[in-house]
């Protein structure tokens, strides 16, 4: 597939194991350092690994918790790669400069923006303009931070470790779960793009990334089929042994721990488990979101104790050149994927413990390119889905007659860590001053109904 994004956002280097590849010189991601390896119990010569493409990968020396029932909230995080125009995706139809900015790529025929009359919905996003409608969006359309860097590595670092510190190493959702998780629960953060979201890295407490919720596979060296099953089953009885001996005990504590989690994965190795009560997108053989979004409904409706959930969208959103066809494609498999997803949780009942928030690292400038496209901007649009938001806008649209800064970029009128902080306080019930630094200093948007 031909690609129109820049090169900083395609020329890669390595930045760490089980974590996404970087630019050479750019800020390391949080979790740099942290290890991927399986989860290996080994005592009296046993060995039990959970594998899979993306294997349920456990990071320190956590062992997953898998009791039914959980009924913590839960926060999403859906990631829009690349820098998403929000010129676009709320298109300023009222504003006389936008088809001067814009002679082609000017977009037209969305549905009014009922917050803000000089702002339509872009045609695409028509199921979020429909959850908006039922107040279910809350909408931020002029979302960054004071002073933005125009680079997809440094904005998007900023983004996952909730500061403008380049140094930070753990994500603000990691350090959320190192103060409220367990040492033996990695599905209290659950990446679902097959490696660690950094926004997830923790300092402490264990978290997973998987490829797929049916991509698990239990791996014992020279056994398979029944015979491993009937293994497995042993198992966790000796788990159930009791003893004096600390050695023994720790090793019947993990036994056990691993045949819990093996039962609570074993209905999702059957696809026929994975049936959504509402139709998702259907997409091309490479576009997962859809699949994902699906897949973590149905592990939320079993049971598994999830607290943050991370997933990467599908689809160009660094869109440099021929932006119009491309950010149509991809906005269209993200809003449909999105009310699917809400859709589902209200199915299963669990619409009221959920919210996502849908982001990305920057918006694009206001004045097209000479390649049908638009280059790095500052302030983006984002949103809060879910039954519990809000509904309506976070910070106003500031206009492209005075609201542009000196490079030609839209300027923020909410800052992210003020999202943050309200989605900590008034979401997760947790105090945002230990998690966000300067938590203190921004004002803390209402963004959950009483």
Request: a negative charge; proline letters at 6%; one cysteine or more.
């Amino acid at each position: 597939m031909k690609r129109n994004c820049c090169n900083e956002f395609t020329r890669l280097a390595a930045a760490g194991e089980g974590l996404r590849t970087i630019e050479p010189g750019m800020p390391l991601p949080a979790g740099t350092g942290m290890t991927r390896r399986g989860f290996v119990a080994r005592s009296l010569g046993l060995a039990l690994t959970v594998y899979g493409l993306g294997s349920l990968s456990s990071f320190e020396s956590g062992i997953a918790a898998a009791a039914g029932g959980s009924r913590d909230r839960i926060l999403v995080s859906v990631f829009l790669p690349g820098g998403a125009d929000g010129m676009s995706m709320l298109y300023p139809a009222g504003d006389p400069l936008y088809a001067k900015l814009r002679p082609s790529l000017a977009v037209t025929g969305g549905q009014p923006f009922a917050a803000d009359s000089t702002l339509s919905w872009h045609p695409a996003l028509a199921p979020i303009a429909q959850l908006f409608g039922e107040g279910k969006v809350t909408v931020m359309p002029a979302i960054g931070y004071s002073h933005p860097d125009q680079s997809h590595f440094t904005s998007r670092h900023y983004w996952e470790v909730g500061a403008t510190d380049q140094d930070l190493r753990t994500g603000w959702l990691g350090r959320y779960l190192d103060a409220v998780g367990t040492a033996d629960n990695p599905l209290q953060g659950l990446s679902m793009t097959g490696e660690l979201e950094p926004a997830l890295a923790t300092a402490h407490v264990p978290v997973a990334a998987i490829s797929a919720p049916d991509q698990y596979t239990y791996y014992t060296p020279g056994v398979w089929n029944d015979v491993q099953d009937r293994m497995l089953e042993a198992m966790g009885s000796f788990g159930l042994t009791h003893s004096t001996d600390p050695a023994f005990r720790t090793a019947a504590a993990v036994a056990q721990q691993s045949e819990r989690l093996r039962t609570q994965l074993i209905p999702f190795s059957d696809k026929k488990n994975l049936v959504s009560p509402v139709a998702y997108p259907a997409s091309s053989s490479d576009a997962q979101l859809p699949s994902r979004l699906a897949g973590l409904a149905a592990m939320i409706g079993a049971g598994l104790p999830i607290r943050c959930a991370a997933i990467d969208a599908d689809g160009e959103y660094d869109t440099h050149a021929e932006e119009a066809g491309s950010l149509d494609t991809a906005l269209t498999l993200a809003a449909g994927s999105l009310l699917a997803f809400q859709r589902d949780l209200e199915a299963r009942g669990l619409a009221d413990r959920v919210l996502t928030l849908v982001w990305t690292e920057f918006g694009r400038r206001a004045q097209e390119n000479g390649s049908g496209g638009t280059d790095h901007g500052a302030a983006g649009t984002a949103f809060l889905i879910g039954s519990r938001s809000a509904g309506g806008m976070i910070g106003e649209f500031p206009g492209l007659a005075h609201g542009l800064d000196t490079d030609g970029n839209l300027k923020a009128t909410v800052d992210f860590r003020g999202v943050y902080t309200s989605l900590l306080e008034q979401w997760l019930s947790f105090d945002a001053e230990r998690i966000i630094p300067g938590a203190g200093t921004f004002g803390r948007p209402k963004l959950i109904k009483a």
